[in-house]
């Protein structure tokens, strides 16, 4: 990489803090009017905030330096307080300076922060040792510094490789998937048990046999955590073992107690036979583990060559060494297609089974009708549902995060070898032409086909010792060891106490727990084995990117812990069921749910009294978790024009008097009335814009995505009325998002449409272009949310592409007349064949009401004064300016492909280095394209990649 010195355009090196005396006035000055501030503010939400965004442009002052967190809460502090009743015009500009010089000089940031909030936020950190992000798995890379840090730390006291293959069996109901999970874990197997239809998710976690055998690890737990520490112990040097072991002296046991604590825990059986009592006691089950854990510690202390003693005498299976299975048996009804979202990733694999004897043209049938609710229509083929699990995995794989080309993780396994007709020969003939059917409904160069493994499956449920099954397993192991996890990552041994406490918790039948509980858990452990707040919350915090449980930093969900992932389902589960004993008051009531979606609270209260007793006593809690994963969301309660509240709260969904009850989109079962009555409104009485579309990439996408973008939408702008009747249907929906303005979005397939309109009799007036922007960004941002977890930081390449429906169309045609919005910064315009005659489409015509600003910005690029080539130092600006949102998307829009960028971020010096890594790309794209590498076409690329993210378009030269 070309050496870069230090240009004038660099920011200067930052002053240093003295002693009080050495504060200069400009710095006690600002001291002194923040102090004022407390004084002069009467609202009780405006000090807050106004702390909040100080605080956090001085953190990012002093630490990350990340300029769009800067213009994020500047931006936040102009919409929400500046210019109101609380701030003069002069005041706002006056905190508006304080801000800027908060964040260019770190020595009133850190002054600042310790003088009036009485925090000391220190010194600038130094930047992460590239050696150190060696060490760690690539979920902990996407932490901030402090929580690799935290990470590396943790490690210091001992680390273990962690191999648990996470396996997930997918497919329709009715498919057989329990019965081939049966005959697939040996006690189940064994105890020839009848499978029962999975109802959401069946978990079972499992141990890997010396004979590749699957034994559910319940009553091999103890002994499997105890060959954890005996690995780590086995691999840690001398020094280390003072600083991870949890020894009393008066503690000592010998092997025969070990075994005692063993037989002591309970069996397979005593756990489904028994009633689940919780046991309030918490510290014993520790205590247990501890004193388990004890004599390997105390016998590797004191053992020269670090090995344990034979004369321990603990009951050991024959297992192989440190690799576990979890088994996750999803339910087929698409009912919960929806929600199995949350726990799909690229850390599994994936049995996807289809039913031998089921043509890939026949309609599935749901006696209960509940295909709508993930958006598979009720006459939907078995293709359809083979095609959206392929899909799902693919979106939900990380794909465009992996640092090399996709490795097979899909094994398709055809079920009902029994049913079918001929020989073993031509069954194996017949499964072959199915699937190869099934693959060629995608499109030719689909990156779905690098998913599929190449050896596939076809079984008999009725034959659990049919060798295909030991066949399975083997290869199921097979492809787990080729996946870029395996065998890497290391995990703090710290920690695997508290992963056994998790299963202790899940063991009593707990699902949800709050925080304190775990906390105390944490507690009750010896003093060496504790884990600080910031490690708790950093584990579980992992924990849930690995999939093991449910754990969102919110303010409203931080103190939750969801342990099982049926709870969720459970949960969600209550709302989309069909209840067959209502009370007679709330029948009213329970038919506005079924036919408008519309949840009171006498409802809600129905609705729990008849869900099991996990679900009925966390109520709160339940509807805290579906309007986090907007399933419901609660109305708008006033006009927008109300008293004290303006048109940026309008704009940005500030106002929270919201209604008291929810509306629960994916409920809405009506279709709307011919749908071009409100995709495109009559061009004489309204002033409309063009068709906004997010088209999703490989031609996917989950339907649950546009209901979750219509509860954003409920809880951000008024529901449009027609008569007393909200113009809310199955798949289209209508806000009022101004007096005279609504918004539509609808859906069709992979697409989401959105177009505002607005009615009046002012002829001289036109559509605001700073709404369509602000709601632009809004729904935007909300997909962006929804896709977030298969995307790793940085690499922000968006699952969707933005486009604008030709503006000649008078009716909104499906994926007709659609220009790429990102292509404008480079073409003044682009054609249209989709009209009657092809016409090309003008640049201001297209971006001028959804891209105001980034049309200005276009516009600007063709200016002769750019066509210079890029030096050095324009490429270093770009590469300071460049943010964490959008530096992928420059990448990519150089042309530089996913394969080139990942192998730079690879290196250590880039990893978590953005300016290295931008810089590094930029160096390459401008000696890849010579005298080409012109300041006009980097200007170009960047406001293109900014596009996809929430960063204000500044011109950079």
């Known amino acids: 990489m070309a050496e870069r010195s230090k240009t004038t355009d660099d920011p200067p090196d930052p002053p240093v803090v003295g002693n009080d005396e050495g504060i200069d006035p400009q710095t006690l000055e600002i001291a002194r009017i923040l102090r004022s501030l407390a004084d002069e503010i009467t609202e009780e939400?405006?000090?807050?905030?106004?702390?909040?965004?100080?605080?956090?442009?001085?953190?990012?002052?002093?630490?990350?330096?990340?300029?769009?967190?800067?213009?994020?809460?500047?931006?936040?502090?102009?919409?929400?307080?500046?210019?109101?009743?609380?701030?003069?015009?002069?005041?706002?500009?006056?905190?508006?300076?304080?801000?800027?010089?908060?964040?260019?000089?770190?020595?009133?940031?850190?002054?600042?922060?310790?003088?009036?909030?009485?925090?000391?936020?220190?010194?600038?950190?130094?930047?992460?040792?590239?050696?150190?992000?060696?060490?760690?798995?690539?979920?902990?890379?996407?932490?901030?510094?402090?929580?690799?840090?935290?990470?590396?730390?943790?490690?210091?006291?001992?680390?273990?490789?962690?191999?648990?293959?996470?396996?997930?069996?997918?497919?329709?109901?009715?498919?057989?998937?329990?019965?081939?999970?049966?005959?697939?874990?040996?006690d189940f197997r064994d105890k020839?048990?009848?499978?029962?239809?999975?109802?959401?998710?069946?978990?079972?976690?499992?141990?890997?046999?010396?004979?590749?055998?699957?034994?559910?690890?319940?009553?091999?737990?103890?002994?499997?955590?105890?060959?954890?520490?005996?690995?780590?112990?086995?691999?840690?040097?001398?020094?280390?073992?003072?600083?991870?072991?949890?020894?009393?002296?008066?503690?000592?046991?010998?092997?025969?107690?070990?075994?005692?604590?063993?037989?002591?825990?309970?069996?397979?059986?005593?756990?489904?036979?028994?009633?689940?009592?919780?046991?309030?006691?918490?510290?014993?089950?520790?205590?247990?583990?501890?004193?388990?854990?004890?004599?390997?510690?105390?016998?590797?202390?004191?053992?020269?060559?670090?090995?344990?003693?034979?004369?321990?005498?603990?009951?050991?299976?024959?297992?192989?060494?440190?690799?576990?299975?979890?088994?996750?048996?999803?339910?087929?009804?698409?009912?919960?297609?929806?929600?199995?979202?949350?726990?799909?990733?690229?850390?599994?694999?994936?049995?996807?089974?289809?039913?031998?004897?089921?043509?890939?043209?026949?309609?599935?049938?749901?006696?209960?009708?509940?295909?709508?609710?993930?958006?598979?229509v009720n006459d939907c083929t078995y293709l359809n549902v083979f095609k959206f699990w392929l899909n799902a995995i693919h979106m939900c794989s990380g794909y465009k995060s992996t640092t090399g080309e996709i490795k097979p993780t899909v094994i398709l396994v055809g079920t009902r070898k029994?049913?079918?007709?001929?020989?073993?020969?031509?069954?194996?003939?017949?499964?072959?032409?199915?699937?190869?059917?099934?693959?060629?409904?995608?499109?030719?160069?689909?990156?779905?086909?690098?998913?599929?493994?190449?050896?596939?499956?076809?079984?008999?449920?009725?034959?659990?010792?049919?060798?295909?099954?030991?066949?399975?397993?083997k290869e199921i192991k097979c492809l787990a060891e080729k996946q870029e996890y395996w065998g890497t990552d290391k995990y703090p041994v710290r920690w695997i106490h508290m992963e056994?406490?998790?299963?202790?918790?899940?063991?009593?039948?707990?699902?949800?727990?709050?925080?304190?509980?775990?906390?105390e858990v944490n507690r009750s452990k010896k003093p060496q084995l504790v884990l600080s707040k910031q490690e708790l919350s950093l584990f579980l915090e992992l924990q849930h990117m690995q999939g093991n449980i449910l754990y969102f930093k919110t303010s409203e969900l931080e103190h939750l812990v969801v342990l099982a992932p049926q709870w969720i389902i459970d949960a969600f589960k209550c709302f989309v069921t069909q209840f067959n004993k209502i009370q007679p008051q709330v029948l009213k009531d329970w038919e506005d749910y079924e036919k408008l979606a519309i949840l009171k609270p006498q409802v809600i209260d129905e609705i729990m009294n008849n869900s099991p007793p996990h679900i009925k006593e966390y109520k709160d809690d339940v509807i805290k978790y579906m309007e986090h994963l907007n399933v419901m969301a609660k109305p708008k309660a006033t006009e927008l024009n109300k008293c004290g509240h303006d048109e940026t709260d309008a704009i940005l969904g500030n106002n929270d008097e919201l209604l008291d009850f929810h509306i629960v989109p994916c409920r809405l079962k009506n279709a709307p009335p011919p749908i071009e009555t409100f995709t495109s409104p009559d061009c004489k009485r309204f002033k409309r814009t063009p068709v906004l579309a997010f088209v999703f990439c490989e031609k996917f996408m989950p339907p649950s995505f546009f209901h979750r973008l219509v509860a954003v939408c409920i809880g951000a702008w008024q529901i449009k009325k027609e008569g007393n009747k909200d113009r809310m249907y199955n798949g289209l929906a209508i806000f009022a998002i101004r007096p005279t303005y609504t918004l539509t979005i609808w859906y069709n397939d992979y697409i989401i449409y959105a177009r505002i309109a607005c009615c009046t009799?002012?002829?001289?007036?036109?559509?605001?272009?700073?709404?369509?922007?602000?709601?632009?960004?809004?729904?935007?941002?909300?997909?962006?949310?929804?896709?977030?977890?298969?995307?790793?930081?940085?690499?922000?390449?968006?699952?969707f592409d933005m486009y604008i429906q030709c503006p000649s169309m008078t009716i909104c045609e499906h994926n007709k007349g659609m220009l790429r919005v990102a292509q404008f910064n480079y073409e003044s315009e682009l054609d249209c064949d989709a009209c009657s005659e092809s016409h090309p489409v003008e640049r201001s015509e297209a971006m001028h009401y959804w891209f105001k600003n980034e049309l200005d910005l276009a516009n600007k690029c063709d200016s002769d004064d750019l066509n210079q080539q890029a030096e050095e130092k324009h490429l270093s600006k770009v590469a300071r300016l460049i943010g964490i949102k959008e530096c992928w998307m420059l990448g990519i829009e150089l042309k530089l492909s996913n394969v080139e960028l990942n192998q730079m971020y690879a290196d250590p010096a880039c990893m978590n280095n953005r300016y290295e890594f931008v810089f590094k790309y930029l160096v390459k794209w401008r000696n890849r394209k010579g005298e080409k590498a012109t300041l006009r076409k980097l200007n170009r690329a960047i406001n293109a990649a900014r596009l996809y993210s929430y960063v204000e378009s500044t011109p950079v030269f």
């Open 192 to 376: 020839n048990i009848t499978p029962l239809s999975t109802d959401g998710i069946d978990l079972h976690r499992c141990q890997v046999m010396e004979d590749g055998d699957w034994c559910l690890d319940k009553e091999h737990r103890s002994q499997k955590y105890i060959k954890r520490l005996e690995s780590v112990f086995d691999k840690m040097p001398v020094n280390t073992y003072a600083a991870t072991a949890s020894i009393d002296d008066t503690d000592s046991l010998d092997g025969s107690h070990v075994e005692d604590k063993v037989d002591a825990l309970p069996t397979e059986n005593q756990i489904h036979t028994e009633p689940v009592q919780r046991r309030n006691n918490v510290e014993q089950h520790e205590q247990d583990f501890v004193q388990m854990c004890s004599p390997l510690v105390e016998k590797m202390q004191n053992d020269t060559n670090h090995k344990p003693s034979k004369d321990i005498k603990v009951s050991l299976e024959k297992t192989e060494k440190e690799i576990t299975v979890s088994v996750w048996d999803f339910a087929g009804q698409t009912l919960y297609y929806s929600t199995h979202q949350f726990f799909l990733n690229k850390r599994s694999i994936y049995l996807v089974l289809m039913d031998m004897t089921k043509p890939l043209d026949e309609d599935l049938k749901e006696l209960d009708g509940s295909g709508i609710w993930c958006g598979l």
């Open 500 to 519: 056994h406490s998790l299963d202790k918790l899940r063991d009593d039948g707990e699902q949800l727990v709050h925080m304190d509980k775990i906390e």
């Open 45 to 186: 939400k405006s000090m807050p905030l106004l702390k909040e965004i100080i605080t956090k442009i001085a953190h990012e002052s002093v630490h990350d330096r990340n300029y769009n967190v800067l213009t994020d809460y500047m931006r936040r502090f102009v919409n929400v307080l500046g210019f109101s009743v609380q701030f003069s015009v002069s005041k706002t500009k006056e905190i508006i300076k304080i801000l800027l010089v908060i964040w260019n000089q770190q020595n009133v940031a850190r002054y600042v922060m310790k003088e009036v909030y009485n925090e000391d936020i220190g010194a600038a950190e130094k930047p992460i040792d590239p050696d150190m992000l060696d060490k760690i798995p690539n979920a902990v890379k996407q932490l901030d510094d402090k929580g690799i840090k935290l990470f590396f730390k943790a490690l210091q006291d001992g680390e273990e490789e962690v191999k648990n293959i996470r396996l997930m069996v997918v497919g329709m109901f009715g498919v057989g998937k329990t019965s081939l999970v049966n005959n697939l874990i040996k």
């Open 418 to 473: 029994d049913k079918m007709e001929g020989t073993d020969k031509e069954k194996e003939n017949k499964k072959d032409e199915y699937f190869n059917k099934a693959l060629k409904s995608f499109e030719r160069d689909s990156p779905i086909f690098k998913h599929i493994h190449k050896k596939t499956f076809l079984v008999s449920n009725l034959s659990p010792t049919d060798p295909d099954f030991v066949e399975m397993r």
């Open 761 to 799: 009799k002012k002829l001289t007036s036109d559509i605001d272009t700073n709404l369509c922007q602000e709601v632009r960004h809004k729904l935007r941002q909300s997909l962006q949310d929804f896709v977030g977890h298969s995307v790793e930081t940085p690499r922000t390449g968006t699952a």
